[in-house]
């Protein structure tokens, strides 16, 4: 059985979160640059390397830059193996993720202050 590398799994974690928050599933993301879900979903998980041409791709599509696919790499990379579940890949992170980007700008910043503040008073 093939290791798979860490590295790809993170990238493909990445993929999968950006995908999410934009509310693409597999299907739409793999006919946006050519690909069958299937495949997407192989990169999603790591079990397939992602080329350099199909992450540039990916970026495209996704309206990210292609660096946004090794953010926090090397932190996640740091973590023990049996780290808890990353909160930005739950359900609930995603779809409060998606909301609050529909928010208009000002209000936005306000919402964000409040929760900010909120969240100040549970840490004391």
């Known amino acids: 059985m093939p290791v798979i590398d860490p590295v790809d799994v993170h990238i493909g974690a990445r993929v999968k979160l950006r995908r999410k928050l934009m509310g693409l599933s597999q ?5 946006a640059i050519g690909l069958t879900f299937q ?22 599509a996704l ?18 193996p049996a780290a808890p579940e ?17 928010i208009p700008d000002e209000l936005r910043r306000q919402v964000y202050e409040l929760v900010r503040a909120m969240g100040r008073e549970c840490e004391e």
């Open 27 to 31: 299907t739409q993301l793999g006919a």
């Open 63 to 80: 309206d990210v830059p292609v660096s946004f696919f090794f953010d926090a790499m090397e932190e996640e990379m740091r973590l023990p």
């Open 86 to 102: 990353n909160v930005l890949m739950r359900r609930e992170s995603l779809d409060l993720m998606r909301h609050y980007y529909r």
């Open 39 to 60: 495949q997407v979903q192989k990169y999603e998980r790591g079990t397939n390397r992602i080329a350099a041409s199909t992450l540039h791709h990916l970026a495209r």
